[in-house]
T-cell receptor
């Protein structure tokens, strides 16, 4: 079974639209960490955010916001007023210290294209 | 501060040749990770080190792959002999300790012909 599911393979929006990228995870650990990384066309992996399982507060950073809901095992990422520079592949990842040590388990990624 | 440094950025080699990928972690980081990214399998952990000691190498595909970390500022991933199916992007990442956020290098794009 997939531990991290990003059901949206590709999303295409027009600039200034809001867009939400979904992430659903599966774990039996009580302590775990969730991450989002961005992979722009240049190929590097850029860290965006890290949340631990005990902190369900939503987070906002500029145009980016994250909604963590343990009840639905989801950690969704919203970009407000999208820009062309947001075009990238976005990965959600899970760390389960008890089960998997320091390994990051990645979802398959969502390709976001923002058109001008 | 410099991020994770990887070299080479691109490598093209022929099947059967030895390939060595290099990584310099962020200064002060005690944990180092090697990941591989392919279309078929996505991003997967190959091996990680904590304080220069290999902790989990369960992701290393087979004996053709080996990794070393002789000191806190340098690691290598070696493939010998290389095969076309090893073609992938290899990322190195480091973190302050094994439980902290992993920061990734730019990757090495390997093509084995």
């Amino acid at each position: 079974a997939q531990k991290v599911t990003q059901a949206q393979t590709e999303i295409s929006v027009v600039e200034k639209e809001d867009v939400t990228l979904d992430c659903v995870y599966e774990t039996r650990d009580t302590t775990y960490y969730l991450f989002w990384y961005k992979q722009p066309p240049s190929g590097e992996l850029v860290f965006l955010i890290r949340r631990n399982s005990f902190d369900e507060q939503n987070e906002i950073s500029g145009r980016y916001s994250w909604n963590f809901q343990k009840s639905t095992s989801s950690f969704n990422f919203t970009i407000t007023a999208s820009q062309v520079v947001d075009s990238a592949v976005y990965f959600c990842a899970l760390s389960e210290p008890k089960t998997s040590g320091s390994r990051l388990t990645f979802g398959e990624g969502t390709q976001l294209t923002v058109n001008p | 501060d410099a991020g994770v440094i990887q070299s080479p950025r691109h490598e093209v080699t022929e099947m059967g040749q030895e390939v060595t990928l290099r990584c310099k972690p962020i200064s002060g980081h005690n944990s180092l990770f090697w990941y591989r990214q392919t279309m078929m399998r996505g991003l997967e952990l190959l091996i990680y080190f904590n304080n220069n000691v290999p902790i989990d190498d369960s992701g290393m595909p087979e004996d053709r792959f080996s990794a070393k970390m002789p000191n806190a500022s340098f690691s290598t991933l070696k493939i010998q002999p290389s095969e076309p199916r090893d073609s992938a992007v290899y990322f190195c990442a480091s973190s302050r300790n094994r439980w902290e956020t992993q920061y990734f290098g730019p990757g090495t794009r390997l093509l084995v012909l």
